[in-house]
């Protein structure tokens, strides 16, 4: 895996949950803002998706396995989205929580990709 595209993931993903998180804290639902920040978010993790899937078909394997690491890339792929739309369900304060907890979560499933392919 790309270093670099994985910190910049984890960054842009738990910058999103403090933004969130703020917005929560200040008892504010998801706003469009919001949105547009969870759709940069989810294109890094696209764009992740689709460079792991290149390397594993020209040959190179991660060291914990190849089922597991491509378990996680479709998990970090589909975090932030299944995280906004279920912050579209719950227009209230845990709307905002819903959306900062799936920027933590894809965090720290950077960090378990990283672990998997042997950083």
Aim: net charge neutral; aromatic share 10%; with cysteine.
């Amino acid at each position: 895996m790309l270093t670099v595209l994985t910190l910049v993931t984890g960054v842009a993903a738990l910058l999103l949950a403090a933004w969130c998180g703020w917005a929560a804290y200040r008892d504010q639902p998801t706003k469009d803002w919001h949105f547009i920040g969870m759709a940069v978010v989810s294109l890094l993790g696209v764009i992740q998706l689709v460079i792991g899937i290149v390397q594993l078909a020209r040959g190179e394997k991660p060291e914990q396995g190849t089922a597991i690491f491509v378990a996680y890339l479709l998990g970090a792929f589909a975090c932030v989205p299944a995280a906004g739309f279920m912050s579209l369900a719950e227009r209230t304060r845990w709307g905002s929580v819903t959306a900062a907890a799936g920027g933590v979560v894809l965090a720290v499933l950077q960090v378990r990709l990283f672990d998997i392919w042997g950083g």
